[in-house]
């Protein structure tokens, strides 16, 4: 599977972007599809989840209430809508596809990983 995330871009506080990744090269809706950040100086850390079917989804607290996950598999493509942004929500943000889902994503595993786009939020 192929990933390739967009939508990234300089934001002030408060501001909000759309985040997305598009799939390509195997069943995109059979894949658990998860969004990760990791922030200059900083491990990689786990965001958000959406189960193959989009029934369950899950959030890292600290973005909770102000980033929602979507998907659309007729498009192979997985969206991340970014509100209320925060100095602190500055990272690449990569998209990654599991077999296994949120038990690997939490574990900062995934089958496949996408090459990353880059938010940056101004104070």
């Known amino acids: 599977v192929q990933l390739q995330a967009s939508g990234g871009g300089l934001v002030q506080a408060g501001g909000s972007l759309r985040l997305s990744c598009a799939a390509s090269?195997?069943?995109?809706?059979?894949?658990?599809m998860g969004w990760f950040r990791q922030a200059p100086g900083k491990d990689r850390e786990f965001v958000s989840y959406?189960?193959?079917?989009?029934?369950?989804?899950d959030y890292a607290d600290s973005v909770k209430g102000r980033f929602t996950i979507s998907r659309d598999n007729a498009k192979n493509t997985v969206y991340l809508q970014v509100n209320s942004l925060k100095p602190e929500d500055t990272a690449v943000y990569y998209c990654?596809?599991?077999?296994?889902?949120?038990?690997?994503?939490?574990?900062?595993?995934?089958?496949?990983w996408g090459q990353g786009t880059l938010v940056t939020v101004s104070s």
């Open positions: 990654a596809a599991s077999r296994y889902g949120l038990g690997a994503f939490a574990k900062l595993e995934s089958d496949y």
């Open positions: 090269g195997r069943t995109f809706s059979n894949l658990a």
């Open positions: 959406i189960s193959w079917g989009g029934g369950s989804i």
